[in-house]
């Protein structure tokens, strides 16, 4: 569990800066982790709502993961399903037990996590700057 918010359920999972959650995300990718939960809205009951904005600044991570090759868990709310595309596996961030059912059905499925880190992957290339660049400078011609 890679958490990069500061109210998570478990204190030793909160990772306070995008270096710091890249390089546990590579920790655990090269110690054979078959997925990547990404934490960035807490879902402990009685959390604090955090602003759009604030949860755009977690979504590097997201991203990230997808470049690393592991399936991608969560949360459905805000820009987080924009960013982690249709094949990430989403979750209530408010459901303890809809977090745990979709870890355990990624973690008893080696086939649909792999299928997952694939899509994962071929999805996140959409995010290279070669590929944002040219996006941009298409709306920039058709505006000028």
Not at 2 to 29: C, H, I, K, W
Not at 108 to 118: G, L, M, P, Q
Request: without cysteine.
């Amino acid at each position: 569990i890679l958490n990069v918010t500061s109210d998570s359920f478990y204190e030793g999972s909160r990772l306070p800066t995008v270096a710091d959650v890249l390089q546990r995300a590579e920790t655990m990718v090269l110690e054979g982790a078959d997925f990547l939960d990404v934490g960035g809205y807490s879902s402990r009951p009685g959390a604090t709502d955090i602003s759009e904005s604030e949860e755009l600044k977690r979504v590097i991570p997201v991203i990230e993961a997808l470049f690393s090759g592991t399936p991608v868990i969560t949360s459905n709310s805000s820009s987080l399903p924009e960013a982690g595309g249709k094949d990430s596996v989403y979750i209530n961030p408010e459901n303890f037990e809809d977090i745990q059912a979709k870890i355990l059905f990624l973690w008893n499925n080696e086939a649909e996590r792999k299928r997952r880190a694939d899509k994962g992957f071929l999805y996140a290339e959409n995010f290279r700057d070669e590929i944002i660049a040219t996006e941009l400078m298409k709306i920039y011609r058709e505006v000028i």
